[in-house]
Nanobody
């Protein structure tokens, strides 16, 4: 079964850190661009960051630059999102996604991503 499973969300105080993890099964991430997205109620899903197969990284949310870091471990078939200095406005459901041979274009769209995680809630609050 082809799927992405996320874990690592939760409640954290402002200024704190979380690391989201996403494990792929049924396919290998070696040939996929990976991305992290987030969504709050009533708004469209927002792209945060994308990494190609050759580890080229594109950030789409200026608000997370310098605070969030994407990484991957193809040997473990996993991707990660390290989030530091979290702010209340980072509160959202976070999703991992994978696109076969994706290129992480400047104007990214969610449609090309064939595989999605189930989403994990991140709440930043004191």
């Amino acid at each position: 079964q082809v799927q992405l499973v996320e874990f690592g969300g939760g409640l954290v105080q402002p200024g704190g850190s979380l690391r989201l993890s996403c494990v792929a099964s049924g396919f290998t991430l070696d040939y996929y661009a990976i991305g992290w997205f987030r969504q709050v109620p009533g708004k469209e899903r927002e792209a945060i960051v994308c990494m190609t197969r050759t580890d080229s990284i594109t950030y789409y949310a200026d608000s997370v630059k310098g605070r969030f870091t994407i990484s991957r471990d193809n040997a473990k078939n996993m991707m990660y999102l390290q989030m530091n200095n979290l702010k209340p406005e980072d509160t959202a459901v976070y999703y991992c996604a994978a696109e076969y041979l994706g290129g992480c274009p400047r104007r990214i769209s969610i449609q090309p991503f064939e595989n999605w995680g189930q989403g994990t809630q991140v709440t930043v609050s004191s």
